[in-house]
């Protein structure tokens, strides 16, 4: 039997076609103006300090590569960010009772699920999910205390799944900066290689040295602003969850009435006023008194 999932999925993929389009298009045409090496000379040299200063900075094979994970990072973090506010409306929801003094029996909640997949419209919703297994607990235990531990567990579930979701966006945040390692290792690889033939070639493995510190400048600007976007959606998504417990708290726990307790404190004086422990009526009833 597949589960249900309470949160729609992050397209990752087609984000990544989406990408490399997106980066490919941009940096194309500045790449065959700018970035292309320059022609050698007829006194043997380059022409490499002749280019842009900025074309040196940000157009290179490395360079690009983090540009794609970058981007690629930022459509995931939109994605997800979005996914969160539209979570965020199920609050808006009708989706248990919020009137004051209003009280749920354990025979309420198979309405009271109905009424959830009505007002949700079968779409998916952590609170939604969370309500759900709460009731289901409270029709088979009858207790608030094991619909609370149910409750808690669903909790631990889903923000279980949030965090192993996040594995892409935590690759990426490593794996710009390890791109920009990789660059510079490569120039300082190319540069010791220039030196060690002496003369004016000591000249251009200087220039080289100047682009290999590029690569990692340009990836450590992009891993910070990565590293923000990861930091605020995972504080996003854990007071969701937050707030979702404590809907659960005081909407579902909060106003459960147990008629085994109820009937315990009533004692045999409540036994002419019908079945100890029990309130007569739905909950829609109960409500429109």
């Not at 609370?148 to 669903?154: D, I, P, S, V």
Request: glycine fraction near 8%.
């Amino acid at each position: 039997m597949a589960q249900s999932s309470s949160q729609k999925p992050t397209r990752e993929w087609p984000l990544l076609i989406l990408t490399i389009f997106l980066v490919g298009a941009v940096v194309y045409p500045l790449w065959t103006t700018f970035g292309v090496e320059p022609p050698v000379a007829a006194d043997g040299e380059t022409t490499l300090a002749r280019k842009p200063r900025w074309a040196q900075l940000l157009l290179g094979p490395e360079q690009i590569a983090c540009y794609c994970c970058f981007v690629w990072g930022c459509f995931i973090f939109v994605g997800r960010f979005v996914e969160t506010m539209r979570q965020r409306r199920a609050f808006g929801l009708i989706l248990l009772p919020t009137d004051d003094g209003a009280r749920i029996l354990p025979d309420d909640a198979r309405g009271l699920q109905r009424q959830i997949d009505h007002a949700t419209n079968e779409e998916p919703y952590i609170l939604a999910t969370m309500i759900r297994a709460g009731l289901a607990k409270l029709s088979l235990s009858r207790s608030a205390q094991d619909v609370r531990e149910t409750l808690k567990t669903q909790a631990d579930v889903d923000l279980g799944r949030l965090i192993s979701s996040m594995a892409t966006l935590n690759y990426l945040a490593w794996a710009i900066p390890a791109i920009g390692f990789f660059g510079t290792v490569r120039g300082l690889a190319g540069s010791m290689t220039l030196a060690g033939e002496g003369g004016k070639q000591l000249e251009q493995a200087t220039r080289h040295l100047t682009v290999a510190f590029d690569c990692t400048l340009v990836a450590l600007g992009l891993s910070l602003i990565v590293m923000f976007l990861i930091h605020t959606l995972q504080r996003e998504e854990e007071s969701l969850v937050i707030d979702c417990q404590q809907h659960c708290l005081d909407h579902l726990v909060n106003r459960i009435y147990e008629p085994e307790l109820g009937a315990a404190a009533a004692g045999a004086d409540s036994a002419a006023q019908g079945p100890i422990g029990m309130i007569a009526g739905t909950l829609p009833e109960r409500a429109a008194r």
